[in-house]
């Protein structure tokens, strides 16, 4: 399996609305990021956990709280959005091969957000 | 700070042509340096990389890369061009010697925007 599953697909919320972007990979990855993506822009790292824990915060607002409940899993916890927080939201995952390993990372297909 | 440029925003090709896609980036040392393809509404899927070693880099789809340290260029090309490789393209630079904590941490250019004329 060499794929990073991201669900939901699409999303609609209001601002009031708290909903969760669900991200799996069974390759064994250690590491795993969000990444945020305006239209026609390049993605824009948001977190990265290593081992479950996190290890980079991109100064990103509160109202995004990322979780690691397992080296599988990854979730985007979402609460009191904004309109401008509308994007396409990626997953990916790398090996963590190292402490210098500067690795590729496999992306999944993203999560579509709107915020009304 | 670590910077990567696309020049071109959008290249139009015919079908069986050739393709070079431009990618400058400005760092301190030689980053590692990674070329993705973005399908519309689709997440990324890497082309090739380059670590160190032979300047010249194959990569999936036909894809290869040069990377030219006097330039600071990692252009991209493809000797003839198919229909399905219209897509959004991204230069991306890593740190050198990787992440404390772990991972990676790549900086994207713009984008160029590849249209194939049938």
């Known amino acids: 399996d060499t794929e990073v599953t991201q669900t939901p697909k699409h999303l609609v919320m209001g601002m009031t609305n708290k909903k969760s972007l669900k991200c799996e990979q069974h390759?064994?990855?250690?590491?795993m990021y969000w990444y945020k993506q305006k239209a026609k822009k390049p993605p824009e790292l948001m977190f990265v956990y290593s081992y479950e824990k996190l290890s980079i915060n991109e100064s990103v607002p509160s109202r995004f709280s990322p979780e690691c409940p397992n080296s599988s899993l990854l979730n985007l916890h979402l609460h009191a959005l904004q309109p401008e927080d509308s994007a396409l939201y990626l997953c990916?995952?790398?090996?963590?091969?190292?402490?210098?390993?500067?690795?590729?990372?496999?992306f999944g297909s993203g999560t579509q957000l709107s915020v009304l | 700070a670590q910077s990567v440029t696309q020049p071109d925003i959008h290249i139009t090709v015919s079908e069986g042509a050739s393709l070079e896609l431009r990618c400058n980036y400005s760092y301190g040392a030689t980053p590692y340096l990674f070329w993705y393809v973005q399908s519309p509404g689709q997440g990324l899927q890497l082309l090739l990389k380059?670590?160190?070693?032979?300047?010249l880099v194959q990569g999936i789809k036909g894809f290869e890369a040069e990377f030219k340290r006097s330039q600071s260029s990692f252009n991209l090309r493809k000797p003839s061009v198919h229909w399905s490789d219209a897509a959004e393209y991204f230069c991306a630079v890593g740190p050198p010697g990787g992440v404390a904590g772990g991972g990676n941490k790549l900086t994207f250019g713009t984008g160029t925007q590849l249209k194939v004329e049938l």
């Open positions: 380059y670590f160190s070693g032979d300047t």
């Open positions: 390759m064994g990855h250690r590491a």
């Open positions: 990916a995952s790398s090996p963590r091969q190292g402490a210098t390993a500067n690795e590729k990372l496999f």
